[in-house]
């Protein structure tokens, strides 16, 4: 079952204010500054949308005008933790600012959902608005290919959502720079901050800002010296060798190997690295026997059991892999990080870059952080009991769409033993070894 499915949109909705909102797109300046949907930054334009960052809500959105003249807005806002949504025209003007008007979505022609909107006024627009929907609601947005939106039992518009991955990517990419402080949206702040693409992530040490530095660490091999190797774990995401694995266990590889159960070695080429996602695509000269499938539908809930297979503590523990298993014990990581989740499994270094898969064996995640200390305000540190992390799915499916390589989704099926869980997990994993001169 999907984010629409079922009628469970998020949290409730909540009547908006807005006294002199700006224009939804291209609306700068102080005048307009401090609404819920001004463009008090922009950041970039990705397939269609434009990206900008909002100082209201401490987040950002992507945001693009179709042909009818309607706007789509959607985004994170950091105040709650939880998004938004908002179409508007300059012709809806039979919508009141803060009446509630029943609203349904169709996607795709098939899914729907039925809920309520809030009227709103934006500048010269009438919108209707979602507020305080789940996060989870921006990824699985992009999930569909065509959005249709009918109010109060008639047709309002339809609307292609091409591009709406990159968008997504891009918005979080945002959102997770305006959290470091990377992009400055206060007003205060003169200097243009510079635009860049969701391709083209920060240097890993300004990506370390997003987390406590005691409180969470990758989960990688020991540090790299020169001429030293080091290793990870991957998976592979289709037939062709494409392999999956964190950006850290690959920073700074002269060469790249990986490994199969079989036994077989081959050298792997880096297609493409993102230090901001903390992700990175391999490309195996060999043809695996087998590779993973993301979960589509339903995504992974809270308390969900997860299983984890990879290849820690290489050289230390058995070079045939390790299981471990748990559960799905947050829906966000650090900061309140959206792309991120957390996961009781008991990671080591050497974990990083394997899938997290739920049980019935498709991929919910990529290992990507563990946390074993955090200071407290007494001076004294904390040690921390199996607080791991791991990349959403989501986020590495908009990650290799962004980088054109094809992977596989389908929905879950039903719950397998957890050996066979295991047994499938090691077919599709591999040890990554990293090599510097």
């Known amino acids: 079952m999907g984010l629409f499915e079922g009628g469970a949109l998020g949290a409730s909705l909540r009547a908006l204010v807005l006294g002199g909102a700006g224009m939804i797109v291209g609306a700068t300046g102080s005048a307009l500054a401090g609404t819920p949907y001004t463009v008090d930054r922009e950041v970039d334009t990705?397939?269609?949308?434009?990206?900008?960052?909002?100082?209201?809500?401490?987040?950002?959105?992507?945001?693009?005008?179709?042909?009818?003249?309607?706007?789509?807005?959607?985004?994170?806002?950091?105040?709650?933790?939880?998004?938004f949504m908002l179409f508007a025209n300059e012709t809806w003007d039979k919508v009141e600012e803060g009446s509630t008007y029943k609203l349904k979505l169709i996607f795709d022609d098939r899914k729907s959902w039925n809920g309520k909107a809030v009227g709103v006024r934006v500048g010269k627009l009438y919108g209707l608005a979602l507020e305080g929907i789940k996060s989870e609601f921006v990824v699985d947005f992009a999930r569909y290919s065509t959005i249709q939106v009918d109010y109060n039992g008639k047709r309002l518009d339809g609307f292609n959502l091409?591009?709406?991955?990159?968008?997504?990517?891009?918005?979080?990419?945002?959102?997770?720079?305006?959290?470091?402080?990377?992009?400055?949206?206060?007003?205060?702040?003169?200097?243009?901050?510079?635009?860049?693409?969701?391709?083209?992530?920060?240097?890993?040490?300004?990506?370390?800002?997003?987390?406590?530095?005691?409180?969470?660490?990758?989960?990688?091999?020991?540090?790299?010296?020169?001429?030293?190797?080091?290793?990870?774990?991957?998976?592979?995401?289709?037939?062709?060798?494409?392999?999956?694995?964190?950006?850290?266990?690959?920073?700074?590889?002269?060469?790249?190997?990986?490994?199969?159960?079989?036994?077989?070695?081959?050298?792997?080429?880096?297609?493409?690295?993102?230090?901001?996602?903390?992700?990175?695509?391999?490309?195996?000269?060999?043809?695996p026997t087998a590779f993973a499938h993301f979960r589509s539908g339903a995504q992974i809930r809270l308390g969900d059991?997860?299983?984890?297979?990879?290849?820690?503590?290489?050289?230390?523990?058995?070079?045939?892999?390790?299981?471990?298993?748990?559960?799905?014990?947050?829906?966000?990581?650090?900061?309140?990080?959206?792309?991120?989740?957390?996961?009781?499994?008991?990671?080591?270094?050497?974990?990083?870059?394997?899938?997290?898969?739920?049980?019935?064996?498709?991929?919910?995640?990529?290992?990507?952080?563990?946390?074993?200390?955090?200071?407290?305000?007494?001076?004294?540190?904390?040690?921390?009991?199996n607080v791991n992390f791991a990349i959403k799915s989501g986020v590495a499916g908009y990650f290799l769409d962004a980088n054109q390589i094809s992977y596989t989704q389908e929905p879950a099926d039903a719950d397998k033993a957890t050996a066979d869980v295991a047994a499938m997990a090691k077919d599709f994993t591999a040890l990554v070894i990293c090599r510097s001169r």
């Open 46 to 83: 990705v397939r269609g949308w434009s990206i900008a960052a909002n100082a209201t809500r401490k987040g950002c959105f992507f945001a693009a005008t179709f042909q009818s003249g309607t706007t789509i807005e959607l985004g994170f806002d950091m105040r709650q933790d939880n998004a």
């Open 162 to 287: 091409a591009g709406t991955r990159a968008a997504v990517q891009a918005a979080i990419s945002c959102t997770q720079d305006v959290q470091a402080g990377r992009i400055a949206v206060s007003g205060d702040d003169e200097e243009e901050t510079p635009r860049r693409p969701p391709a083209t992530p920060a240097p890993r040490e300004e990506a370390k800002e997003e987390k406590p530095e005691k409180a969470e660490k990758p989960a990688a091999a020991e540090p790299k010296k020169t001429g030293s190797v080091s290793t990870g774990t991957g998976f592979f995401v289709n037939e062709a060798g494409n392999l999956v694995t964190n950006a850290h266990v690959v920073e700074d590889c002269d060469e790249a190997q990986v490994k199969l159960p079989d036994g077989r070695t081959a050298k792997a080429a880096i297609l493409a690295r993102s230090s901001q996602n903390d992700l990175a695509v391999l490309k195996a000269d060999l043809k």
């Open 305 to 385: 059991p997860i299983v984890l297979f990879g290849y820690p503590l290489a050289g230390e523990l058995t070079i045939t892999g390790n299981l471990s298993t748990g559960l799905v014990s947050a829906m966000a990581g650090p900061g309140e990080d959206v792309t991120r989740m957390q996961i009781s499994a008991p990671v080591q270094s050497g974990n990083s870059g394997g899938a997290v898969v739920d049980q019935s064996g498709h991929v919910v995640g990529v290992v990507v952080a563990k946390a074993n200390t955090r200071a407290r305000g007494d001076g004294n540190t904390e040690v921390l009991q």
